[in-house]
């Protein structure tokens, strides 16, 4: 028997050929799969798109309005540096994006994102004192430099 495959489908208006590449654009070595388009558009349109983000399989479907994405469901990703976070944070939140708290935004097309350093969860692991989790639920953008200050006390 085949191991089933398994992946997130992320429900779109109309825009999820647009979302998959600008998706794919910021996540090194992701790519656009297959492009499903809708028949008898005269414009071509996408139904469907499957990619490869940072390793992990995503659809992207043109659903229409019936549904929409909410911040009950994030994309998560996790970064060395703070300029890869700057980075991410920047691009997420042009056109249209919103900051949200600890980490959080909603990118320009609904999709919401956890941009998350990977010194968080180790300084949060080795920090009884609690500092590191709470200069991290004062923060927006997380800021590694800030939380190690906060972990030495």
Do not use: K
Request: glycine residues 10%; negative net charge; aromatic residues 10%.
């Amino acid at each position: 028997m085949t191991t089933p495959s398994v992946s997130t489908c992320l429900w779109f208006d109309n825009r999820a050929e647009e979302a998959a590449t600008f998706y794919c654009s910021l996540i090194p070595g992701s790519t656009i799969t297959q492009v499903f388009r809708q028949q008898g558009d005269p414009q071509g349109r996408a139904f469907l798109v499957e990619f490869h983000l940072g390793g992990q399989f995503y659809q992207a479907m043109n659903g229409g309005p019936h549904y929409t994405l909410s911040p009950a469901s994030s994309i998560v990703v996790q970064v060395d540096t703070q300029a890869e976070v700057d980075r991410l944070w920047d691009r997420l939140l042009a056109d249209g994006g919103q900051e949200s708290r600890c980490g959080w935004l909603t990118d320009g097309f609904g999709l919401s994102w956890q941009i998350i350093p990977r010194a968080l969860p180790r300084l949060l692991r080795t920090d009884p004192s609690g500092r590191v989790l709470q200069a991290m639920s004062r923060m927006v953008r997380i800021d590694i430099a800030a939380l190690e200050a906060a972990s030495r006390g």
